[in-house]
């Protein structure tokens, strides 16, 4: 029997777990869950037979060594930061690895340890990272493979609120990491290239430099840049095309109401608020504006976003009950990203009958035979409940799938790498296929990123 260990039992470990549980007769698998809190992964195991929960401490290596040596391969479910733990001790100890997080630069520099130990580690297996790589890879290589020479990528993911279930203004609820969302595109600035033109968007403009685009029976969304698009280019191959911009998806609106935040100075994380236990959500918007002795902290805060009473900005403000002067932050020396936080999840939580979705976009530009084309792809999935989450299912499946793969050798280029080989995304892209995470492609006329000739681009 083969046995794989699972670092972390968080909720985003659900579908992974099952679908490995289900595989487990056929692929003579058992798992082990290791999590810092027993309970936690006692749930998980769901008291299968085919599955061991323990406690797993992993900053205490008398708890994580052991766990690591005697497994066949092992999953780390932590945040990023902390899977180099893991990755030292599945060195050390010659086990394969897979995780769904980006590559930090110390997972890096095992690479050459990793490949001369014939190891696969892989990393960015998920959905953003994982399925828009493989996704990608695919057309890439198909246009490359007849010949074609790549002239554009655009590519877009967003983790939305489904249509049944979207209820706010703000057309959002959170189905991921609530953090994530708040001090998103903040740490530097948004570099990418258009039309060869090297194109920069600073934080503080971030949300108001939109694209947007149409996904048929979907209707529009739109897209604000992600923060580095040009690492992609060494990765996808694409050092010669003249447009390359990765983005996050959103429906038309949220990003101009989101930049009101942003211009107040509440998405800020850098420093603590004083008595921020103590403050009230009213108190919370106030500080950020000027005093005055006769304005109240509704009129100060149109006057300086410059929004009217009957604006639907407005109204979206309302709607959150920013200006509750019985409600507390309640948290100690909170941030501002902190504070904004436990406001928003209290409007934006998914309940327990809503659903969430995952979308997905990819513009393809490239010329073959002398004539330029684009093709257009686009996946869109709609979770199932509140454990199967459209988030949870294209986070763990393509990871329990890799892990199969591995285990079974049908994934052998070792190495600290991503899924952008051909022997992993053809298999894998079609397995999930079967879970109804599907790519629809659209063949259409080229347009570039100035299809009138405009002058000043």
């Not at 595989?23 to 309970?39: H, V, Y």
């Given at each position: 029997?083969?046995?794989?260990?699972?670092?972390?039992?968080?909720?985003?470990?659900?579908?992974?777990?099952?679908?490995?549980?289900?595989?487990?007769?056929?692929?003579?698998?058992?798992?082990?869950?290791?999590?810092?809190?027993?309970?936690?992964?006692?749930?998980?195991?769901?008291?299968?037979?085919?599955?061991?929960?323990?406690?797993?401490?992993?900053?205490?290596?008398?708890?994580?060594?052991?766990?690591?040596?005697?497994?066949?391969?092992?999953?780390?479910?932590?945040?990023?930061?902390?899977?180099?733990?893991?990755?030292?001790?599945?060195?050390?100890?010659?086990?394969?690895?897979?995780?769904?997080?980006?590559?930090?630069?110390?997972?890096?520099?095992?690479?050459?340890?990793?490949?001369?130990?014939?190891?696969?580690?892989?990393?960015?297996i998920g959905v953003d990272p994982g399925i828009d790589h493989m996704s990608a890879m695919q057309v890439i290589d198909r246009i490359r493979d007849k010949g074609g020479k790549m002239l554009l990528f655009e590519s877009f993911t967003g983790g939305l609120v489904a249509p049944e279930s979207d209820n706010n203004l703000w057309n959002?609820?959170?189905?991921?990491?609530?953090?994530?969302?708040?001090?998103?595109?903040?740490?530097?600035?948004?570099?990418?290239?258009?039309?060869?033109?090297?194109?920069?968007?600073?934080?503080?403009?971030?949300?108001?430099?939109?694209?947007?685009?149409?996904?048929?029976?979907?209707?529009?969304?739109?897209?604000?840049?992600?923060?580095?698009?040009?690492?992609?280019?060494?990765?996808?191959?694409?050092?010669?095309?003249?447009?390359?911009?990765?983005?996050?998806?959103?429906?038309?609106?949220?990003?101009?109401?989101?930049?009101?935040?942003?211009?107040?100075?509440?998405?800020?994380?850098?420093?603590?608020?004083?008595?921020?236990?103590?403050?009230?959500?009213?108190?919370?918007?106030?500080?950020?504006?000027?005093?005055?002795?006769?304005?109240?902290?509704?009129?100060?805060?149109?006057?300086?976003?410059?929004?009217?009473?009957?604006?639907?900005?407005?109204?979206?403000?309302?709607?959150?009950?920013?200006?509750?002067?019985?409600?507390?932050?309640?948290?100690?020396?909170?941030?501002?990203?902190?504070?904004?936080?436990?406001?928003?999840?209290?409007?934006?939580?998914?309940?327990?009958?809503?659903?969430?979705?995952?979308?997905?976009?990819?513009?393809?530009?490239?010329?073959?035979?002398?004539?330029?084309?684009?093709?257009?792809?686009?996946?869109?999935?709609?979770?199932?409940?509140?454990?199967?989450?459209?988030?949870?299912?294209?986070?763990?499946?393509?990871?329990?799938?890799?892990?199969?793969?591995?285990?079974?050798?049908?994934?052998?280029?070792?190495?600290?790498?991503?899924?952008?080989?051909?022997?992993?995304?053809?298999?894998?892209?079609?397995?999930?296929?079967?879970?109804?995470?599907?790519?629809?492609?659209?063949?259409?006329?080229?347009?570039?990123?100035?299809?009138?000739?405009?002058?000043?681009?």
């Amino acid at each position: 029997m083969r046995e794989i260990l699972i670092v972390g039992a968080g909720k985003s470990t659900a579908v992974l777990i099952n679908y490995l549980l289900e595989q487990s007769e056929k692929e003579d698998l058992f798992l082990r869950i290791g999590d810092i809190d027993l309970e936690n992964a006692k749930k998980a195991c769901n008291n299968s037979s085919k599955c061991e929960a323990f406690s797993l401490d992993v900053f205490n290596a008398e708890s994580r060594e052991p766990a690591i040596r005697r497994a066949d391969i092992v999953i780390s479910m932590l945040p990023a930061r902390f899977h180099i733990e893991v990755a030292k001790d599945c060195l050390k100890f010659g086990k394969n690895m897979v995780t769904a997080s980006y590559i930090s630069e110390e997972m890096k520099a095992l690479d050459e340890e990793v490949k001369d130990k014939n190891l696969v580690f892989m990393n960015e297996i998920g959905v953003d990272p994982g399925i828009d790589h493989m996704s990608a890879m695919q057309v890439i290589d198909r246009i490359r493979d007849k010949g074609g020479k790549m002239l554009l990528f655009e590519s877009f993911t967003g983790g939305l609120v489904a249509p049944e279930s979207d209820n706010n203004l703000w057309n959002y609820k959170f189905t991921w990491n609530p953090r994530n969302v708040v001090v998103a595109g903040q740490g530097g600035v948004a570099e990418f290239i258009q039309e060869g033109k090297y194109k920069y968007i600073p934080y503080h403009r971030l949300f108001r430099r939109t694209e947007f685009l149409e996904i048929e029976g979907h209707g529009k969304f739109e897209g604000y840049a992600n923060r580095n698009s040009l690492k992609y280019q060494s990765i996808y191959g694409l050092e010669n095309a003249l447009t390359l911009y990765r983005g996050t998806i959103r429906k038309v609106g949220f990003s101009r109401a989101w930049n009101m935040f942003v211009q107040l100075g509440m998405t800020d994380d850098s420093f603590q608020m004083k008595d921020s236990e103590n403050m009230s959500y009213r108190d919370f918007i106030n500080s950020f504006l000027p005093y005055s002795p006769s304005d109240s902290v509704e009129l100060k805060v149109r006057h300086n976003l410059k929004i009217d009473q009957d604006d639907i900005m407005w109204d979206k403000l309302i709607e959150l009950d920013l200006f509750n002067s019985k409600k507390k932050i309640g948290i100690e020396n909170a941030t501002p990203a902190q504070a904004l936080q436990k406001i928003l999840m209290d409007k934006w939580s998914l309940s327990q009958e809503d659903k969430d979705m995952i979308v997905m976009y990819h513009k393809f530009g490239y010329e073959l035979d002398g004539e330029k084309r684009q093709i257009d792809s686009t996946m869109v999935h709609i979770g199932e409940d509140q454990s199967k989450t459209a988030m949870a299912k294209t986070v763990g499946l393509p990871v329990a799938m890799a892990t199969i793969m591995i285990l079974n050798g049908e994934i052998k280029t070792p190495g600290v790498q991503l899924p952008i080989k051909k022997e992993v995304y053809q298999p894998l892209l079609k397995k999930l296929e079967e879970h109804d995470i599907i790519f629809k492609e659209k063949e259409t006329e080229y347009l570039g990123y100035n299809p009138f000739g405009e002058v000043g681009n």
